[in-house]
């Protein structure tokens, strides 16, 4: 069975996309819409949240660029 083509340009999208929110939102330190302080816990959520973001939207860049044909892979067809 072979999927088509658009399945996999729309799951690498969504990745990209939410990757990337991911990664803006949750990732970063707004100082002037906090109430309380830091603390070295909610730093540490904000800096997974800014690495899997970064690496969802890298893959899904990838899983794009794979099935138009810009990079190849080295996989027997």
Do not use: C, Q, W
Request: proline content about 6%.
């Amino acid at each position: 069975m072979s999927l088509p083509p658009i399945f996999f340009y729309a799951v690498g999208a969504f990745l990209s996309v939410f990757g990337a929110a991911r990664a803006l939102i949750l990732g970063r330190r707004r100082p002037d819409r906090e109430i309380v302080e830091d603390t070295p816990a909610r730093a540490k959520i904000r800096r997974n949240h800014l690495i899997f973001g970064t690496v969802h939207f890298v893959f899904g860049i990838l899983l794009i660029l794979l099935t138009s044909g810009v990079i190849r892979s080295r996989l027997p067809h």
